[in-house]
């Protein structure tokens, strides 16, 4: 269990890579971002244990800001626990049913999805991976 100081890094941490993704996201594009988190796959901010209080801080910071894609809290929650064997980023795209194509990124661990989860997330076909 975590004390109170160790939630608040963990939320201000969590803050501050928002952010940074959604500016990097915003001034440089998906492909630029696909690439950072390539890059930076020895970057791990957070061990196992905080994975639970990054999900908690991700999802209420995103409650709050706005423009948080689904794909801005994957890639904020890959990067900071960028090297937990078995969490992994998944990029899908569907058309719907009014023929609109739509995009969605989840993550998962050990093949459960523990962020973005969406009920119908079986009819996405899964375009990208990032491990």
């Known amino acids: ?68 894609s689904c794909l801005v809290k994957a890639s904020a929650l890959k990067l900071l626990h960028n090297k937990l064997i078995g969490l992994e980023v998944n990029i899908g795209i569907r058309i719907n049913n009014q023929a609109i194509f739509e995009s969605h990124a989840w993550v998962s661990f050990n093949k459960e999805i523990i962020l973005n989860y969406e009920p119908d997330i079986r009819l996405y076909k899964v375009i990208y991976t990032i491990n």
């Open 1 to 68: 269990m975590l004390n109170y100081l160790e939630k608040f890094f963990v939320f201000s941490v969590c803050l501050i890579f928002i952010f940074y993704v959604r500016a990097h996201l915003t001034i440089f594009g998906f492909g630029s971002l696909i690439k950072f988190l390539r890059r930076h796959a020895k970057l791990n901010v957070f061990g196992r244990n905080k994975l639970g209080q990054t999900l908690k801080s991700i999802e209420i910071v995103s409650k709050y800001l706005p423009f948080i």
